[in-house]
Each structure stands twice: as structure tokens, then as C-alpha cells.
């Protein structure tokens, strides 16, 4: 008998409701909002777009996504070309994604160009008279396509979550800056014989109406010459 490894699929990708390039030059902003999951990469320009009344500035190079249900809208008339991808995923993490403003790696950006480039063979708009929104499968595109075409979605906000995770937080950012902060004083406080009075006082809390963080940049500038 032999040891097996079973797959979880970690995000998984549903069903496609539109995939494709958007440009927003001369276009008055018209809101809306929908049952599924949706993000839009700005390819040249910036995008000002309010995501549940409050705003958002995306610029060339980042994406944002939008849940299910939340109301969008742009901020303004903006002058900018997108690609736009909607989707259907059940998968828990794409939470992450909701309303983050992302910049993409050059990895991402193929990827996300393989997606595109793929759902222009497999999709086209839906007929207007079908009574159906967005874009349906073209006749000829065959299965080996369509998985191709989840398989690089699926890479894509995979790639993404994991970019994202292996970021420092905003609260280890601060425990590192707290950590600096406490060893500069220190510093500071073992060679109080070098330092200007008014530096001495801020550390010696008699306090002072400067900016102490200000007040040691001018302490630092003044060592230069003798460095």
C-alpha cells in the first residue's frame, strides 16, 4: 500500500462571468453591484473608484477587488485602461482580497496577461437579446481551454494571497519601530556629554515645544563635518 497525498483546493475558481479589457477614457462613472467576486488591474492610467461610499485611488501597475455586494462606482470621470475579471469562488481566503489596493509583480502581470489573453478565446459578449448580462463560452473553445484558463486564474490570486501573507503586518511594523525608538533613546541617554541641551532636556523629560524626532535629525546633520 502506498502513502497518498490528497489536494485541497485552497481557492478555487467556480464559474467566469467576464473577463476582459476595459477603457474608461470619456466615460461618465456608473455604479453597480452583483453577486460575485470582481477585480480590476489598472493598465495605464489611474482609477478613483468608491467601493461602498468610501474612496480609492488604484493606480498603472495595481489591481482592486470587489465582494460580492458591495456598490461601485467611479469617483470620477477617469481616464484609464483596465483589464476587468468577475468570478464565482467559495473559497474563504478570497476575503483577503476585498477592497486591498495591490501592486502586482512582473510574475503577476504575465499571469494576469495569460488570463486575459485566454478569456478572449473563450468568451464573447452575450447576445442582446438572450436577456443575460456579461459574456458567454464561444462555440468553438474546447475543455483543455477553459481548465487552462481556471488553472491560471487560480496561479494568479494564489500567487497574490501568498505575496501578500509574507508581508509584514502594520502591528510587526510597529513593534519593530517601537523596538528602534527605545534603542535610539538609549543610545542617546548613555552619551548625554555630546548631546545639545535642548535634546538633553526632551530625554531628561523637562520637556520641549520641538519635535523630538526633528530635533535629533538636527543633531545628526550637525555631526556630519566631523564624520
Not at 513593534?175 to 533613546?185: Q, V, Y
Not at 520641549?208 to 524626532?213: E, H, Y
Request: proline share 5%.
Amino acid at each position: 500500500e502506498y502513502a497518498k497525498t490528497l489536494f485541497s483546493d485552497v481557492i478555487s475558481i467556480k464559474s467566469v462571468i467576464t473577463i476582459f479589457p476595459f477603457d474608461l477614457t470619456g466615460l461618465e462613472p456608473i455604479g453597480e453591484t452583483h453577486d460575485f467576486w470582481e477585480f480590476i488591474y489598472v493598465n495605464e492610467g489611474v482609477f478613483e473608484v468608491l467601493v461602498d461610499n468610501k474612496p480609492y485611488v488604484v493606480k498603472e501597475g495595481q489591481m482592486i477587488t470587489y465582494a460580492p455586494l458591495s456598490f461601485h462606482k467611479g469617483a470620477k470621470p477617469n481616464i484609464a485602461k483596465l483589464s476587468i475579471v468577475s468570478f464565482e469562488s467559495s473559497s474563504g481566503i478570497i476575503s483577503d482580497f476585498a477592497n486591498k489596493v495591490i501592486t502586482l509583480s512582473a510574475k503577476q502581470r504575465q499571469l494576469l496577461s495569460q488570463v486575459v489573453s485566454l478569456g478572449k478565446k473563450c468568451f464573447k459578449s452575450v447576445s442582446p437579446d438572450s436577456g443575460f448580462k456579461g459574456m458567454e463560452k464561444r462555440d468553438d473553445v474546447d475543455a483543455y481551454t477553459l481548465q487552462s484558463l481556471k488553472n491560471q486564474l487560480e496561479l494568479l490570486l494564489i500567487d497574490i494571497y501568498e505575496t501578500e501573507r509574507s508581508k509584514p503586518s502594520n502591528l510587526n511594523l510597529d513593534a519593530r519601530d517601537n523596538k528602534m525608538f527605545d534603542l535610539l533613546t538609549q543610545f542617546l541617554k548613555d552619551n548625554m556629554d555630546i548631546l545639545p541641551e535642548p535634546l538633553k532636556k526632551v530625554l531628561e523629560g523637562k520637556g520641549s515645544d520641538d519635535n523630538p524626532v526633528l530635533m535629533v535629525m538636527k543633531f545628526g546633520k550637525s555631526l556630519k563635518p566631523q564624520i
